[in-house]
């Protein structure tokens, strides 16, 4: 906290995922936790497996560039007819299980019971008598699970875009982008002059899915031939997350029924809306550097090989070595640390980037830790192999394949379901060689509690929809429920309206926090 007496009620963030990591993207976010650091302190911490924690458990980082091709037979052997072929990295799981076997790793102890101990642990450990909790995506899982399971120092709650235990996600994922688009309808609806424009909307929409299904219509472009039903469903799943495609969203659904995609194709092509720059097209010039960019470049290819060129002599070895690189990435290198680092290559290849480090301007070392950074680092934000543990044991081995590949209430056309069913298939097929067990059956029932919650729920949110939250709502007795106008997954990142409601409602979590500045999310309609 800012405030040298803060409140004795810490604000704990729970990250997404599963799998997840807070730590390594905190430099990049703290900034939006900056206002509730005026009362409170604030934690960050990262759930078991993922990186940064001990141990850090991911395939990747053992069995990454090696062929296991040779070993398909044996594992589809193992498999339903309807979950094959499998993919690559999936042949590579067994490999790489029985590594962290070999290490002591209980594969069913990662999952959201685990993680809810281990964050009521954390906070005792911490000598904190209360705290409240924020929870996003799958952190809102986490916390309704914390609620549940460790309530006993729990003050408040925010659950930000709904993942509640007690839905059956695995079966909704396309349609809940749907869902989120057809909130389109009712915003247009409810704004007077959209509503003047475009009175038959919906209806028009649902028309133009027949249509367009049976006769695609052509735009006369020649890298954007014609517009189909999926082309059309996308478009309107896709708009909620981009508040400038979604002011045309009406326009072009009435030009469609029109027969004409004008304004569509000017969206397509970036021509919509003007320049922010009011039509300036003046060029931007080159940056000025005082180093030769393919030089660094070449490098910073030349070091990454060499870290990995490691795996080569020891892969156990490696591993902690690859490990400490990527640890010295995500706190900040300098061109000592990186000097440093060479004396685990061969002394020839170490001499060689150690001189050429040493003859790189402090210009193009800023440039090659940023590249360097990206390419050792941006694989890191969720550990596979904990997602797919967390899930198989919170989710997937409660329901059967063909259960999962049922619902389609929209009636979405098979082709935009076919990802869903592939994900389904590739999931199940990993599942059944991880050996986590499955959840006990009350792990599934809605959470019941009386701990005061806000909830915060984007109306364009196409990961987390509404139906989501509805889902939980009814068995949480203490509750605030707000909805956001055009927001999307993560609406406590849509700025300071969002961040005053919920240090509001954490000031006093009894009183319905004043969410009417929400009315400033509502969408504008070209």
């Known amino acids: 906290s800012t405030n040298p007496d803060p409140r004795p009620d810490p604000f704990l963030y729970l990250v997404g995922g599963p799998g997840g990591s807070i730590v390594n993207r905190l430099t990049e976010q703290y900034h939006e936790w900056?206002?509730?650091?005026a009362e409170h302190d604030l934690i960050f911490y990262n759930q078991r497996g993922t990186v940064l924690t001990e141990p850090y458990i991911e395939c990747n980082q053992y069995l990454g560039g090696q062929d296991f091709e040779s070993a398909r037979a044996e594992i589809e052997a193992q498999m339903p007819e309807a979950w094959r072929p499998v993919q690559e990295d999936t042949l590579s799981l067994p490999a790489c299980l029985e590594i962290y076997r070999e290490k002591g790793i209980d594969f069913t102890q990662y999952n959201s019971l685990t993680n809810a101990q281990d964050t009521a642990d954390l906070m005792q450990a911490l000598g904190y008598d209360e705290y409240n909790l924020y929870g996003l995506s799958y952190g809102t899982r986490l916390a309704l699970s914390i609620m549940r399971d460790r309530p006993e120092q729990v003050r408040a709650v925010i659950l930000d875009s709904n993942f509640p235990p007690n839905l059956d996600t695995m079966s909704v994922t396309a349609s809940s982008g749907y869902e989120a688009g057809l909130q389109l309808f009712k915003e247009c609806a409810a704004d007077e002059a959209c509503n003047e424009a475009f009175p038959d909307l919906e209806a028009h929409f649902a028309e133009l899915r027949t249509r367009l299904a049976e006769e695609p219509l052509a735009t006369g472009d020649e890298f954007f031939p014609e517009i189909n039903e999926v082309e059309l469903i996308t478009h309107l799943m896709n708009a909620g997350a981009n508040p400038r495609v979604m002011a045309y969203v009406p326009l072009t659904i009435e030009q469609f029924y029109d027969g004409s995609s004008d304004v569509y194709m000017r969206l397509v092509n970036r021509e919509l809306p003007p320049l922010e720059s009011g039509g300036d097209a003046t060029p931007i010039p080159p940056p000025v550097r005082d180093y030769d960019y393919a030089?660094?470049?070449?490098?910073?290819?030349?070091?990454?090989?060499?870290?990995?060129?490691?795996?080569?002599?020891?892969?156990?070895?490696?591993?902690?070595?690859?490990?400490?690189?990527?640890?010295?990435?995500?706190?900040?290198?300098?061109?000592?640390?990186?000097?440093?680092?060479?004396e685990n290559f061969p002394p020839q290849t170490a001499a060689d980037l150690q001189e050429r480090l040493e003859a790189l301007s402090d210009d193009g070392l800023e440039t090659m830790l940023t590249l360097l950074h990206f390419d050792f680092t941006a694989h890191v934000d969720t550990s596979d192999l904990v997602n797919m543990l967390v899930n198989c044991y919170d989710d997937y081995n409660f329901s059967s394949y063909d259960e999962a590949n049922a619902p389609n209430p929209y009636d979405l056309p098979e082709e935009m379901l076919e990802s869903d069913k592939e994900g389904n298939r590739d999931t199940r097929a990993k599942c059944s060689l991880i050996p986590t067990g499955r959840g006990p059956d009350w792990m599934i029932e809605p959470v019941s509690s009386d701990i005061p919650v806000l909830i915060l729920q984007g109306l364009a949110d196409n990961n987390t929809p509404p139906s989501w939250s509805a889902v939980e709502r009814p068995t949480l007795s203490n509750q605030f429920y707000v909805e956001v106008p055009a927001a999307p997954n993560g609406v406590i990142q849509q700025g300071k309206c969002i961040t005053d409601l919920a240090q509001s409602f954490l000031n006093d979590p009894t009183q319905e926090p004043d969410s009417s500045c929400v009315a400033q999310f509502e969408p504008e309609f070209v």
């Open 295 to 342: 030089e660094m470049s070449e490098l910073s290819n030349d070091y990454e090989s060499a870290v990995y060129a490691l795996a080569d002599v020891d892969r156990e070895q490696y591993v902690q070595t690859r490990y400490e690189f990527v640890k010295q990435m995500l706190q900040g290198s300098s061109r000592e640390q990186l000097m440093a680092f060479t």
């Open 34 to 37: 900056d206002p509730f650091r």
